[in-house]
Every structure is written in structure tokens, then in C-alpha cells.
């Protein structure tokens, strides 16, 4: 019975059987044909996403989905928290997730491991021994039917609702090769002892009823199976985004009830509930402080730099860091409601919402296969009228069918892809799959995040400013050895700072922290302050006047200024923020030297990111963005007719990285961005993306010079198939010739350098 999705009118379902992204068209242009409904079906994720009318129901759906010849599924309801390794063994709704790539593989290894040696022995006399053909038949024949069969089965749809991919070629043509190989094995001379296929290269009119193509059936097979087993690889990781970005929230929390402290997993939270946040835990979801005052670090959501300080009434968010104090919070909102699971929401509305990449071979293939079709037809009906005999012109429609078949085409994309992402992941750069190259040549516009992208994600000391009479050392080392006794992110850089520039640092015989305020202690006899100006107020010590400067100009470019006293006196200032990295200036201007428009885009303020942006010379700032902010404004660039390529590496980025043309998420960042991401950079360098489009670039059109080659061997050689004048070895040696064009093209990008 099919689940009725109540109060909606809008749903996901979950696609079967589609092979190739014409699949995924025919589903969405019969779903678009019912009245009262709108649907986007993308081919990556293996989703339809579909509103619908009041008075068409989710089973009406499936009904037309499974009428197109695929099947669909209805969401699964929720279930809770996976079980320790679930992840790797099911998907949410229960089946596992490598079932189909599991079947592939071995239908991949079968037909490799059988193909090779009737490749070897038809291309090679020496090895045809007497009674070869026999040898080549038995293993050619698992690898048609076994290994093939997705194709078959993909073909025998197509076929039922009159449409016609690459699927239907390959079938059409492994079959086809096979059948008459049987043929003329069993009827006519090819199973004849010491039967041979010459080394010879003459165009003549051959007797059929001697030739066999078993190595061409099993070889093409072999190939166009390696291609879709590395693009269901990269597929199968489509949803892996939402996984990371579930996997940042708390698993257990902490509950006050009735005066006594529950550990309970988050799921058992109420809207209501108080829990106990201790410092270095997340928190598990969004609410209200109620008791205890702390430093939140919160750019994991909102990109923000310096962490936040909170209190009684202030409002935390869930999976945000508590780097501070004790902290009792009151739950506002809990599951689907909370910013984690809107950010979640966004990511797959964002991938979902993602124009299927229409992969070039299935675009030529709408034309391609008719075409030969009907030239295979026309070949026979020629033939027959002519008067040449059944032999002849069964000869000349099948040598049609099988030189049209694109050995070559099936090492196309994946020899190109496999150089291309090796020599990436050399580089440091992880390409995710071919549909993501076809969005590289377009993009015009690069949107940058700030934290943890152009600049280093943690806050550092940059400089210090101290007061006439003071040593620098002395109050690095004062300040630093009271701030390490400190778990403050600020107090922590100064601490890192001071230990890198001094060396040692004394340990303290008194400390205290000051909530919002900084610290103060005892070290080596001295009273010593550290923290905000309002704390020397306070104590009634007056800060010089060149310090003040110093820090009104430091507050001025956004960077946080902490003032450091002893004995009743000002002695220092020390700038800390979040340092921009050394190489993010040069990465920007070879970005503008493709041909793209920076921008900065940051959940930072904006004296904070225009500081930033003059830095490395960037003009156009976009600033105080919320995480669902950031796809918004990715949306109306592309809007505005820009491509997009977006480079980020927090969750705050992960739904604007999804929205995205091209996704490029930094290697140092959180998973929920790697994954949303389409090319990853490990090594966190700014300048590696422009090394990857630059690559991306390169691939793509190794890909597309291998395609119009793979295709332009074989029609040359349509002529001569369809005059008859095809024998084996002429088949043979342009599919050889075309294969090892097409690798040895890929080949070459095992010298793309990365820009010195």
C-alpha cells in the first residue's frame, strides 16, 4: 500500500532504473504532462522532486514514474539516529547503499577478466591456435549476457516507449556482433579448424559467413561498464552532504529535570527542556541561555571569526562550539525547526534544484543512434534489392552496427577522468565526478568565503603595540603566560602567540576570569590585567593616549584589541584576528586572470570583510549574511545571467556551495562542505583553485576531443561498412587505433603543473 504524504503538496521520490541523464529527462517530461504538476527529476541524486496538485496523489506519481518503465519510492519516515556504521551499509530508507555498485563491480570484473583474451586472441595470429574461436566464444558469451546486461535491460525500455540512447547502440550493436558470430560459428566457415582472422588490411568485399566480432561484443562492454561504474562511484556520494552536516549535531544531552542532571540522546529533547552545556561540548540545539555566561564559537554556522559572547537571554544556536563556561540552556526548538536542519534542508533543495549535466555522448547519441539505425536498415534493404544474397547483406547491416559501436567511446570519458582527478589528487585537488566539468568553462564568477577560505580561520596575535618605557618581551610574557590559563579562542592566540615569539612562559600564582571582561591574575609578583578597555575602567586604570589610537585604529579595520596592564599602568595593546593567509592576494588575481569576478561573501561584519576584501584586492563585498543567506545570493547572481563557482569550507557554505554551478570546497574545512562541494582542495590554499578550474578546464576538453574522435572513427568507417568492404581486421584495427588515440590524449594530462 502506498503512503498518503498528508497536508503537502510537495514531495520527493526516489528514482530506480535510470541509466543515463536522458533517463531522468523522459521521467520529468511525463511527470510535466500531468495536470497539476511540476517536477525536476536530477539524475545525480536519483530523485524527482514534485509539487503537485490536491487532486493528483503521491501513488498517481509513482503510477506514471513506473508507466515510463522505472521505478519510484515515497520517502521513508523518519527513523532515528543510526546505529555506529549504518551510514556505510544503508541508506535512511533501509536498503543498503552500495547495492547497485556492488552489482556493477562484478559485472565490471567479470567482463575485464573474460574480455581480455578474445580481445588478445583476435588481434593477435600467434595466439590463434587451433579451435581459437571456440575458446573466444565461451568466454565472450557471459560477458554479453551477464555482464551486459544493464544495457539489454535499459535498451528493452527505451525501446517500449519508442526512444533510443546510448544504451540502445550498445546493445544493439554488442548483440548484434554476438548473434552473427554465432552464426557463422555454427553455420557458416568460421568454426572451421585452424580458422584465422589474417593480419591484413585490404578493403574488399568479404564472405560474412567466416568472420566473428566476439572481441568487439566483449571488448565494448568491458569499456562502456568501466565508465558507468566510475560515474555510479562518484554518484553514489550525492547525498553524503546531508549525512556530514546531520553527523555536526550532539548526540546526547545533558537534562535538568526535577533537579537532577539526565543524559539522554537528543532526540528525547522537548521544546522547554533545560540542559546543561559544559565548556568544549556542542550544544545540542537551538535555545536561550538561562544561567552561566560563556564564549560560543560559532563559524562552523555563520562564518564568523571571533567567537561569540553570551550570557542569561541570549539566544544559541545547536552544533555551535561552547569554548568557554558552564552554560544552562532552555530548548526553543528541536528537530526538523532548528537552523542545523533548515541549513540541511537547503543543501538538498540546493542539489535537487541542480539542472541534470546532460553528458555529451548521450546529447550526440539522440542523433547518433537513429541515424545508424536506420543506415543498418537501409544497408540490409540495399543489399537484398540489389540482389547480393542473404549472407552479403546481413555482412554489411551488422559490420554497421558493430563499427558504430563506440569502443572508444566508453574509454572516453573515464581514461580522461581517471588522468585528470590522478593528477588532481597529486596536486591536491579531488574531482567528483565527470558532470561536474561541464560547468568550468562557463563560470564567470568566483564567490570566496572569508573564514577558514582567504583567511586562516583562527584568530592569531598580529601585532603588538607597546606603551613608551615598556619591553614588548616582558609583556608578551605576562600577558601570555595569564592568558594560557585561559580557554578563551582570544586568550588561547595570544597564549600561541607569546610561546612563538618568547619562547617559555612563567605560570601564574593567581588567576581569574572575568566573564565579557577578560582576565586578571598574579604573575611573578605582578597584578597583571588582560582583556577589554572596560576592564581597566573598571580598576580605574587609564589607557595613554597613543595606545588609544592604536586601538581605536585596530577596532577600525574589524580586528579585536586586548589591552594588557600591570601595577596600575597601561603597557600594551595587541591586535588579534583572523589572519589572512600569505597566498590569498596572488590566488585572487590569477582568478581575475581566468576571466572571473571575485567576491567576497561572509557571515562576518562588513568593516571586518572590506578590511579583508582591500587585503587581497577584491571590489565587491557582501557582508552580515546568515548560512541561508549565503544560497540566496548565489540564486540571484545566477539570476542575473553569471555562472557561479563558489569556494568555501564551513557548513555555513555547504548549501551555497550545493547552489552553486561549480562547488569548490577547501580540504581543511568541515565535511558537510566537502561533501557539498563538487572539487575539493586539500591542501587549503586559496591558489589551488585556481589550479582546479584550470585542470577541470583541461579535462573537460580532453574529454570532448575524445568524443569527436571516438565518433569520427567510426563514421569514417560507415561507408565503407555499409559498402560491404568492412572485413575484421579493418574493424579491429579502427577500434585499436581509436582506443589508443583517446588514451594516449588523456595521457597528457599527467603533465598539467600547477602555477609556479
Not at 549574511?625 to 553569471?642: I, N
Request: glycine fraction near 10%; hydrophobic fraction near 50%; charged fraction near 20%.
Amino acid at each position: 500500500m502506498t503512503p498518503t504524504i498528508p497536508d503537502t503538496a510537495r514531495v520527493e521520490l526516489a528514482i530506480g532504473g535510470m541509466t543515463c541523464a536522458s533517463c531522468a529527462a523522459r521521467i520529468e517530461k511525463k511527470l510535466n504532462r500531468m495536470e497539476g504538476v511540476e517536477a525536476t527529476v536530477n539524475y545525480a541524486t536519483e530523485k524527482a522532486t514534485v509539487t503537485f496538485a490536491d487532486d493528483v496523489s503521491v501513488g498517481d506519481l509513482i503510477a506514471t514514474v513506473e508507466a515510463t518503465g522505472y521505478s519510484a519510492r515515497p520517502p521513508a519516515p523518519p527513523r532515528a539516529a543510526p546505529e555506529s556504521g549504518s551510514a556505510a551499509g544503508a541508506r535512511p530508507d533501509g536498503e543498503p547503499v552500495d547495492a547497485g555498485l556492488t552489482s556493477l563491480r562484478q559485472r565490471l570484473i567479470t567482463a575485464a577478466v573474460l574480455a581480455v583474451p578474445v580481445i588478445a586472441m583476435a588481434m593477435i595470429p600467434a595466439l590463434q591456435f587451433t579451435y581459437w574461436q571456440w575458446l573466444s566464444l565461451t568466454l565472450a558469451a557471459p560477458v554479453v549476457t551477464y555482464a551486459a546486461w544493464p544495457f539489454h535491460r535499459a535498451a528493452w525500455v527505451n525501446a517500449r516507449h519508442g526512444a533510443a540512447t546510448m544504451d540502445t547502440l550498445i546493445s544493439v550493436g554488442t548483440t548484434a556482433a554476438f548473434l552473427w558470430s554465432l552464426w557463422a560459428l555454427f553455420f557458416g566457415t568460421a568454426g572451421m579448424p585452424g580458422m584465422t582472422h589474417p593480419f591484413e588490411f585490404s578493403v574488399a568485399r568479404g564472405d560474412g559467413a567466416g568472420n566473428i566480432y566476439l572481441e568487439a561484443a566483449a571488448g565494448v562492454t568491458a569499456f562502456i561498464l568501466a565508465g558507468r561504474y566510475f560515474e555510479a562511484r562518484s554518484k553514489r556520494r550525492a547525498g553524503a552532504a546531508l549525512r556530514a552536516l546531520m553527523e555536526l549535531g550532539a548526540k546526547e544531552v545533558t537534562v535538568l529535570r526535577d533537579g537532577r542532571e539526565t543524559r539522554l540522546p537528543t532526540s528525547g529533547l522537548r521544546i522547554g527542556d533545560r540542559f546543561l552545556v559544559r565548556p568544549g561540548e556542542t550544544i545540542a540545539t537551538d535555545g536561550t541561555v538561562t544561567e552561566g555566561s560563556s564564549a560560543v564559537d560559532v563559524s562552523m554556522l555563520t562564518g564568523e571569526s571571533v567567537p561569540v559572547e553570551v550570557s542569561a537571554g541570549d539566544p544559541v544556536t545547536g552544533a555551535t562550539l561552547n569554548a568557554g563556561g558552564r552554560l544552562v540552556v532552555e530548548a526553543t526548538r528541536i528537530g526538523a525547526d532548528t537552523q542545523l536542519a533548515r541549513t540541511a534542508r537547503l543543501v538538498e533543495e540546493a542539489q535537487s534544484g541542480k539542472a541534470a549535466a546532460q553528458r555529451l555522448a548521450d546529447r550526440i547519441s539522440a542523433v547518433f543512434v537513429p541515424v545508424v539505425m536506420g543506415l543498418a536498415l537501409a544497408t540490409l534493404g540495399f543489399w537484398l534489392g540489389s540482389g547480393a544474397g542473404l549472407t552479403a547483406a546481413f555482412t554489411a547491416a551488422v559490420a554497421v552496427l558493430i563499427i558504430a559501436c563506440p569502443c572508444a567511446l566508453g574509454l572516453a570519458t573515464p581514461t580522461a577522468l581517471m588522468a585528470g582527478t590522478g593528477r588532481g589528487a597529486q596536486l591536491g585537488i579531488l574531482i567528483k565526478g565527470p558532470e561536474v566539468l561541464e560547468t568550468t568553462r562557463r563560470v564567470d564568477t568566483v564567490v570566496l568565503d572569508k573564514t577558514g577560505t582567504i583567511t586562516t580561520g583562527r584568530m592569531t596575535l598580529l601585532k603588538v603595540h607597546v606603551a613608551e618605557g615598556a619591553d614588548e618581551s616582558e609583556v608578551l610574557r605576562l600577558a601570555g603566560a595569564l592568558e594560557h590559563a585561559s580557554e578563551h579562542p582570544i586568550a588561547r592566540a595570544v597564549a600561541e602567540g607569546a610561546v612563538r615569539r618568547v619562547g617559555a612562559l612563567p605560570v601564574p600564582e593567581e588567576f581569574h576570569g572575568l566573564a565579557g571582561l577578560g582576565v586578571q591574575g598574579v604573575v611573578e609578583g605582578r597584578a597583571v590585567l588582560v582583556g577589554r578597555q572596560r576592564l581597566l575602567v573598571e580598576r580605574a586604570v587609564e589607557l595613554p593616549g597613543p595606545l588609544q589610537d592604536v586601538k581605536d585604529r585596530a577596532e577600525g579595520k574589524g580586528r579585536t584589541a586586548i589591552v594588557v596592564a600591570w601595577d596600575g599602568e597601561a603597557r600594551a595593546v595587541l591586535e588579534v584576528a583572523d589572519a589572512v593567509k600569505e597566498t590569498s592576494a596572488e590566488a585572487v588575481r590569477r582568478l581575475r586572470a581566468l576571466g572571473l569576478t571575485p567576491i567576497l561573501l561572509t557571515g562576518d561584519n562588513k568593516t571586518v570583510a572590506s578590511s579583508v576584501a582591500a587585503e587581497v584586492g577584491i571590489d565587491e563585498v557582501v557582508a552580515d549574511v546568515m548560512p541561508q543567506e549565503k544560497a540566496d545570493v548565489v540564486r540571484k547572481l545566477q539570476e542575473q545571467g553569471r555562472s557561479v563557482a563558489m569556494v568555501g569550507d564551513g557548513v555555513n557554505d555547504a548549501a551555497a556551495l550545493a547552489r552553486a554551478d561549480l562547488g569548490l570546497a577547501m580540504g581543511t574545512g568541515t565535511d558537510a562542505a566537502i561533501e557539498a562541494g563538487d572539487l575539493t582542495l586539500v591542501r587549503g590554499d586559496l591558489r589551488a583553485a585556481v589550479d582546479a578550474i584550470r585542470l577541470a578546464r583541461r579535462t573537460l576538453g580532453t574529454i570532448r576531443s575524445n568524443l569527436f574522435w571516438a565518433f569520427a572513427y567510426n563514421v569514417a568507417a560507415l561507408p565503407l561498412a555499409a559498402a560491404g568492404l568492412l572485413n575484421p581486421m579493418i574493424a579491429g584495427a579502427a577500434m585499436a587505433l581509436s582506443s589508443v588515440f583517446v588514451v594516449g590524449n588523456s595521457l597528457r594530462l599527467r603533465g598539467f603543473r600547477a602555477e609556479a
